[in-house]
């Protein structure tokens, strides 16, 4: 597509659940980022890939998260026995270059996750 | 670490008024400096961006020098429009701490007919 792509728009989940969220970037951009960006904050780093390696996880708040990039495409955002802390919206943003790269950042609409 | 601080908000003006938001930043290498926009129900877009120290970025009637000596880059506006409402968020790139955007906490940003 033109632009980076977030699915779902939005989810629900109860306490204890996993959810996954995916991502797909622009065609052919070799470097992929996940942010979290709680209510009325601005969006904190949880990990970075460059094609399918991940380069970069210092981010993850806990090892109840977990990221994949497995064909240097689209990319699944994992959270296991979610908490109501993870509450937030999920942001995927892609670009052109890999590492040191001084491209524009574009960044998709996001994924809300509530969760109860 | 490195980190982005901007003046809090949120920001209500009039039509065609002076903006000024301010950001500051501490970073130990050399980075680049970005202000990005979050329309409402809209994704994060690049407003602007400056590369090395004197630089001034600007895109549409938004202007911000990258000030090396105050470690600075405020965004202006010399006439601001109720199109403008939005959230501001200051950011930094520090390409020898792995490249990652940096943000500062946002300044959410209401014009007012």
């Known amino acids: 597509g033109a632009g980076v792509s977030q699915s779902p728009r939005y989810k629900v989940a109860k306490r204890g659940q996993d959810v996954a969220l995916r991502c797909d970037p622009i065609?052919?951009?070799?470097?992929l980022f996940w942010y979290q960006q709680a209510l009325g904050q601005g969006p904190e780093f949880l990990t970075y890939?460059?094609?399918?390696?991940?380069?970069?996880k210092s981010g993850l708040p806990s090892d109840r998260f977990f990221a994949e990039r497995p064909e240097g495409s689209v990319s699944t955002l994992k959270i296991q026995r979610t908490q109501q802390e993870d509450s937030a919206v999920y942001l995927c943003?892609?670009?052109?270059?890999?590492?040191?790269?001084?491209?524009?950042?574009?960044f998709g609409e996001g994924s809300r996750l509530t969760v109860l | 670490g490195d980190s982005v601080t901007q003046m809090e908000g949120p920001v209500t003006l009039s039509e065609e008024a002076f903006l000024t938001i301010n950001c500051t930043y501490t970073?130990?290498?050399?980075?680049?400096l970005f202000w990005y926009v979050q329309y409402p129900g809209e994704g994060l877009q690049l407003l602007l961006k400056?590369?090395?120290?004197?630089d001034k970025g600007s895109n549409k009637g938004f202007e911000a020098t990258y000030r090396k000596e105050t470690t600075s880059f405020h965004l202006e506006k010399g006439s601001v429009q109720v199109s403008d409402s939005a959230v501001y968020f200051c950011?930094?790139?520090?390409?020898?701490?792995?490249?990652?955007?940096?943000f500062g906490q946002g300044t959410e940003l209401s014009v007012k007919p």
């Open positions: 943003a892609s670009s052109l270059g890999g590492l040191g790269n001084t491209g524009e950042l574009f």
């Open positions: 065609s052919g951009h070799v470097s």
């Open positions: 890939f460059q094609n399918e390696a991940q380069l970069d």
């Open positions: 970073a130990t290498g050399y980075p680049s």
């Open positions: 400056a590369t090395k120290a004197d």
């Open positions: 950011a930094l790139r520090d390409y020898n701490q792995g490249g990652k955007l940096i």
